[in-house]
């Protein structure tokens, strides 16, 4: 539980509610959610195809609103591990937008960055895309991905990605990255043919895990944090998911130490002793 900076007799208690599953066996993670004019929800996560596997593929779920809260139909699977390529072993930690982008004479309305990889280690992680020309797909993966790329097969490599729609040709990608801790860069991609990407930047004061949003005035930050965690494995996975805020007028690339706390999901509020993503 954290308070406001600017009230300390405030304090945030997140609700946590637990909205579907893939059943027994099964792990969801990584969603990617977007609500549209009906309220119908769209959540994009990483499941894995058979029980007790450990393969990620991308799935969707479709909450549709009642009065009694939201209905969750079963999860359809969306885009898998490809037979061959950078992406063959796992895909995972989906991202969509409503964007408009052309390739090879077609339109496509919607984009989702994924990270792909090659290796069972966890490493030589790269991001990719897929594009739909509906919400629920199907969404075909980008024949010259990966977008971002990682060349040295030692390190976690890039991925865990989230973009802002900036304009009609540009969205601004955020991604985990090995070689800089949380990081984001420009990329023109109204017209795949013609892919331009900006220069990589680092954010200051993050970790590298970590799911950016905007609303006109603030930039808020969930991030992954390990606070007095114990020693139990997994310890590569954090304890606490934690949410902070920074006015749009700073440089992100700077304010490292300016970002404020607005609350935190913790072992006590979730009933778990690992918290992240």
């Given at each position: 539980?954290?308070?406001?900076?600017?009230?300390?007799?405030?304090?945030?208690?997140?609700?946590?509610?637990?909205?579907?599953?893939?059943?027994?066996?099964?792990?969801?993670?990584?969603?990617?959610?977007?609500?549209?004019?009906?309220?119908?929800?769209?959540?994009?996560?990483?499941?894995?195809?058979?029980?007790?596997?450990?393969?990620?593929?991308?799935?969707?779920?479709?909450?549709?609103?009642?009065?009694?809260?939201?209905?969750?139909?079963?999860?359809?699977?969306?885009?898998?591990?490809s037979d061959i390529g950078w992406d063959i072993n796992h895909i995972c930690d989906p991202d969509v937008?409503?964007?408009?982008?052309?390739?090879?004479?077609?339109?496509?309305?919607?984009?989702?960055?994924?990270?792909?990889?090659?290796?069972?280690?966890?490493?030589?992680?790269?991001?990719?895309?897929?594009?739909?020309?509906?919400?629920?797909?199907?969404?075909?993966?980008?024949?010259?991905?990966?977008?971002?790329?990682?060349?040295?097969?030692?390190?976690?490599?890039?991925?865990?990605?989230?973009?802002?729609?900036?304009?009609?040709?540009?969205?601004?990608?955020?991604?985990?990255?090995?070689?800089?801790?949380?990081?984001?860069?420009?990329?023109?991609?109204?017209?795949?043919?013609?892919?331009?990407?900006?220069?990589?930047?680092?954010?200051?004061?993050?970790?590298?895990?970590?799911?950016?949003?905007?609303?006109?005035?603030?930039?808020?930050?969930?991030?992954?944090?390990?606070?007095?965690?114990?020693?139990?494995?997994?310890?590569?996975?954090?304890?606490?998911?934690?949410?902070?805020?920074?006015?749009?007028?700073?440089?992100?690339?700077?304010?490292?130490?300016?970002?404020?706390?607005?609350?935190?999901?913790?072992?006590?509020?979730?009933?778990?002793?690992?918290?992240?993503?």
């Amino acid at each position: 539980m954290y308070a406001f900076t600017d009230d300390e007799s405030r304090t945030i208690v997140p609700e946590v509610n637990y909205e579907f599953s893939g059943g027994a066996g099964h792990y969801n993670y990584a969603p990617s959610v977007i609500q549209d004019q009906y309220g119908i929800r769209y959540a994009f996560v990483c499941q894995n195809l058979e029980p007790f596997k450990i393969v990620d593929y991308i799935y969707l779920y479709k909450g549709i609103p009642t009065k009694d809260g939201y209905k969750w139909q079963p999860g359809t699977r969306l885009v898998e591990p490809s037979d061959i390529g950078w992406d063959i072993n796992h895909i995972c930690d989906p991202d969509v937008r409503a964007f408009k982008t052309t390739y090879q004479g077609e339109t496509y309305d919607y984009i989702m960055t994924y990270l792909g990889t090659d290796q069972w280690d966890n490493k030589h992680n790269q991001i990719g895309l897929a594009i739909s020309k509906n919400i629920e797909g199907p969404y075909i993966k980008f024949d010259k991905n990966p977008i971002v790329p990682s060349d040295d097969r030692t390190k976690w490599g890039v991925g865990q990605s989230t973009s802002i729609v900036l304009n009609d040709s540009t969205i601004r990608l955020f991604y985990s990255n090995s070689d800089g801790g949380f990081t984001y860069r420009d990329v023109i991609l109204n017209d795949l043919n013609h892919i331009r990407l900006g220069e990589e930047k680092r954010i200051a004061g993050m970790g590298s895990n970590n799911y950016p949003a905007f609303s006109e005035k603030n930039c808020y930050m969930v991030s992954e944090r390990r606070v007095n965690m114990d020693t139990q494995i997994p310890t590569w996975v954090g304890n606490v998911a934690e949410l902070t805020y920074i006015p749009l007028d700073q440089d992100l690339t700077k304010s490292g130490d300016k970002w404020i706390k607005i609350g935190a999901v913790t072992p006590n509020e979730s009933g778990f002793p690992r918290n992240h993503n």
